[in-house]
């Protein structure tokens, strides 16, 4: 099966995270941002999170985050480990900056 290259971008589009809770915000990007505050975790860690953000978040929203994370992992979207049978997600959040530099005379004609 193809996909065409609109179809492929939306399925394969990078994660977006909220820069604050917002209980209004889709339950998706609520989800990113209590994975992006626990910087990993499970998602029952996930879900006690966002318990923190919502004390009346109902307990059927665990399937979803299991199945919104794991979705997010199989496409390799997600970083994830596998610690006691348990996938722990996290985001591959880069926290040093990149020491290195770029000399653009080695970079190949056309990528300047």
Request: aromatic share 10%; no cysteine.
């Amino acid at each position: 099966m193809t996909i065409s290259d609109q179809d492929f971008r939306e399925e394969f589009k990078p994660i977006y995270i909220p820069a604050s809770y917002d209980v209004v915000d889709t339950l998706e990007n609520r989800v990113m941002f209590a994975l992006a505050r626990l910087e990993e975790g499970s998602a029952e860690e996930v879900f006690a999170k966002l318990k923190d953000f919502e004390p009346g978040i109902q307990n059927v929203t665990l399937k979803f985050i299991k199945r919104h994370l794991y979705n997010l992992y199989d496409k390799g979207l997600l970083k994830g480990n596998k610690d006691n049978g348990k996938l722990i997600y996290n985001l591959s959040k880069i926290t040093d900056s990149n020491k290195g530099y770029v000399n653009p005379d080695l970079l190949a004609p056309g990528l300047d």
